[in-house]
């Protein structure tokens, strides 16, 4: 073996290390999405200040719906399959109708939980309908978005509620409906692409052997940008998952570019003599341009400019070794009817210089007018397959029964003084302001509202007691993990 040979294997020897070393270094990489993936700088610097101070708690409302009508077996075994879910998941709370008002209703029996809620029409919680049933479950704050989803994931697996058409809303579900749908591009979508992938570049090169040299390089940039992800930020979300995708079919152009300049030249020393400045320009043009996207002020969009930028340089580099070190071993000549079956005349034909250069003067303001009328959507469920009915569901949920907040406010007095009775009297009268002008479209939790919802139970009354000690007493009274997450600091 003369010397040249020994170094184009050393090349490829020194590639496959790089491969070995990304596929084991990407080992363990998860999708996670959190509600915060798009905050700005400031905005998740004030989130995490606010959590510091408000211990915030996720909760999931799930509904059971009943097609023929809620009947006392069902009612029965709905509360079963909630005490199995407690059973199972002790450090989750786990609250049906009758556990947030089992001091007002006298029996755990459908007949009962009807008659109460007879003679209490205006409650706050709609948990028990006609043909539904709900329940609220509230996970503790330092509870990990992997236990989260293992109770969603055995909610649905019990036999009860999987023979039920159940609905799911909360932060905790659409996020676990994102970590899914950005799992199934890994293990669904990746596949398909390089099977698409790989039969196109054969169809352009018409020859096995060569569209496998080619598809290489592009395939092992995918494991080197996913041991980037593992490495540097430990999962993956739905805006980093694109990197990979991006990177293979940059490496597949690159691959292309190196095939066709070998052929042209008919030596990759010569190739890179005459193409070495357009390879350079192209590769560090690409790299800058989504690495500048590492100075954005959101998160999720610095750690994508992040990523691109050093899976383009490394994988380029990778790209380019593995060509020099194959390509003159193992393309000897061009394909027989490379590219035949391209119509000629495509080629014929172009626009003179004046004309491009006039649609560029009319498109280039066109965009500058038309980039801020284009919306801003963040609503994640909007991103759910229509026919999936995900969103639908979510925002019947929302809308029918308690609702997910889209706001959580902490109030502090400008003295940083203690809260008096006075002033949740304020607070409430401010609150039911606000529940009048939304019309029955939104409504407020807070810990006015629960207290009022309590003296509604004893009292008939749905409004605060006129006294701060009858106001306490009926706190006392109330789930401690409504005290919890709606608290109140007074003097």
């Known amino acids: 073996m003369n010397k040249n040979k020994k170094i184009h294997w050393l090349g490829v020897f020194i590639y496959l290390i790089f491969q070995v070393f990304a596929l084991f270094f990407m080992r363990g990489l ?29 909760t999931i409302l799930v509904k059971t719906n009943f097609p023929k009508g809620l009947t006392e077996a069902g009612y029965q075994d709905f509360e079963t399959a909630l005490r199995n879910l407690r059973e199972k998941f002790p450090e989750v709370e786990v609250l049906g109708f009758f556990d947030v008002y089992k001091l007002a209703v006298k029996k755990d029996e459908l007949s009962s939980v009807q008659e109460f809620i007879r003679n209490k029409p205006d409650l706050h919680l709609k948990f028990v309908g006609p043909d539904y049933l709900v329940f609220l479950s509230v996970f503790k704050e330092d509870v990990s978005p992997k236990e ?42 990746f596949p398909i692409l390089f099977a698409v992938v790989f039969l196109a570049t054969l169809l352009f090169t018409r020859d096995f052997l060569s569209s496998l040299i080619l598809f290489i390089p592009a395939l092992g940039s995918l494991s080197l940008t996913l041991a980037f992800t593992r490495q540097i930020y430990s999962s993956m979300n739905m805006v980093t998952s694109i990197v990979p995708l991006l990177i293979f079919v940059l490496n597949l152009s690159l691959a292309f570019h190196f095939y066709f300049a070998f052929l042209e030249y008919g030596s990759m020393r010569r190739a890179l003599r005459e193409k070495k400045i357009p390879f350079l320009l192209m590769v560090s043009t690409t790299a800058i341009g989504f690495g500048s996207l590492a100075l954005s002020d959101i998160p999720a969009i610095r750690e994508f400019g992040v990523l691109s930028f050093l899976s383009i340089l490394l994988s380029s580099g990778l790209t380019f070794l593995w060509a020099y070190s194959l390509f003159p071993w193992r393309i000897e000549k061009e394909p027989k009817n490379l590219l035949a079956w391209v119509p000629a005349s495509l ?8 004309i491009i250069v006039l649609l560029s003067l009319l498109l280039i303001p066109s965009s500058i007018w038309f980039f801020p009328k284009i919306p801003l959507n ?64 939104g409504g407020i939790i807070s810990a006015n509202q629960v207290i009022e919802e309590a003296n509604y139970l004893y009292t008939g009354e749905k409004k605060l007691p006129p006294f701060e000690l009858s106001y306490d007493t009926l706190k006392s009274q109330t789930l401690p993990v409504f005290q ?8």
């Not at 080629?347 to 004046?354: A, C, G, L």
């Not at 963040?378 to 029918?400: C, H, M, W």
């Not at 308690?402 to 902490?410: H, M, Q």
């Open 347 to 354: 080629f014929y034909n172009t626009w003179s210089r004046r």
């Open 484 to 491: 919890r997450q709606y608290p109140v600091q007074q003097r």
């Open 378 to 441: 963040t609503d994640a469920t909007s991103y759910f397959p229509k026919k999936s009915g995900l969103q639908e569901n979510i925002r019947a949920v929302e809308r029918e029964l308690l609702g997910i907040p889209i706001a959580e406010v902490e109030l502090l007095k400008k003295d940083r003084g203690e809260i008096d009775y006075d002033d949740l009297l304020i607070l409430d009268k401010l609150e039911n302001e606000i529940l009048r002008d939304l019309e029955g479209h």
């Open 30 to 58: 998860e999708h996670r999405n959190m509600e915060t993936l798009f905050f700005s700088g400031k905005g998740l610097k004030d989130y995490r200040q606010f959590l510091n101070t408000f211990k915030e708690q996720k």
């Open 148 to 189: 989260i989803q293992s109770f969603i994931s055995q909610l649905q697996a019990q036999p009860f509620f999987s023979g039920q058409k159940v609905q799911i809303a909360g932060l905790p579900y659409i996020n676990y409906l994102l970590d899914q749908y950005s799992g199934d591009i890994k293990t669904k979508l």
